[in-house]
């Protein structure tokens, strides 16, 4: 299996609140990818980036920002978390490969 | 922007038959990737099987094969011999380049009776 890490696996938080998602990944792949997952959506992009410190908005960006600071994490962050934004969210890494995907994370906004 | 649609919310089938998921989608592009993904209940995202847009020989992998039809923008999956582990979330994804930027069909949940 591909070398690629999310924590946390599960998180509740409260509405208002900044929350941080991180996906590791030991494969130096250069492509990095955020989506959500939502009954009757399937998957979404949120974010995606092509290399250290580029990235750029997907389908689904509104109150998302991302950072990658090195080639092996990105961040997912919601600054100020939303009940809309209870969902669980991926993190799939390729290099013009095969796309793999992280465990996933369950969020909730309560 | 490309689109991806199942149509199919939910299919069953009985343990060894045949089953046909489908998929549509929509590009004004020649060349891109199709693939079809399983998501069974642990949430891990498996990549089933793959189609180039350029090669016209439908993709097979084991008891699983596609009908690629390009002109009609189709990209149904076949599963034969149905199995117990076949149970789960199906989806349709399309990509410009290999593995990159997926947009995924809403999935379709596949269960399998015994």
């Known amino acids: 299996d591909a070398g690629i890490t999310q924590s946390p696996r599960h998180k509740v938080t409260e509405t208002g609140t900044p929350v941080t998602l991180r996906c590791h990944q030991t494969e130096n792949h250069r492509y990095m990818y955020w989506y959500r997952q939502d009954p009757g959506h399937g998957l979404r992009l949120i974010h995606y980036?092509?290399?250290?410190?580029?990235?750029d908005k997907g389908e689904v960006s509104d109150g998302y920002s991302v950072s990658r600071s090195k080639t092996e994490d990105f961040l997912l962050t919601l600054e100020s978390a939303t009940s809309s934004q209870t969902s669980v969210y991926f993190c799939a890494i390729s290099g013009n490969i095969e796309a793999f995907f992280g465990q996933g994370t369950r969020l909730t906004v309560v | 922007a490309q689109t991806v649609t199942q149509s199919q919310p939910e299919m069953s089938v009985q343990e060894a038959e045949t089953v046909t998921l489908s998929c549509t989608y929509d590009t004004s592009e020649s060349d891109y990737y199709l693939f079809w993904y399983k998501q069974p209940p642990s949430r891990q995202m498996i990549l089933v099987i793959r189609q180039e847009a350029y090669k016209q020989q439908n993709a097979t992998e084991n008891r699983f094969s596609v009908n690629f039809q390009k002109a009609a923008k189709s990209f149904s999956l076949k599963i034969s011999d149905s199995q117990l582990g076949d149970a789960a979330m199906y989806f349709c994804a399309y990509s410009q380049e290999y593995g990159n930027k997926l947009v995924f069909g809403a999935g379709t949940i596949l269960r399998v009776k015994s």
């Open positions: 980036s092509y290399g250290v410190k580029d990235t």
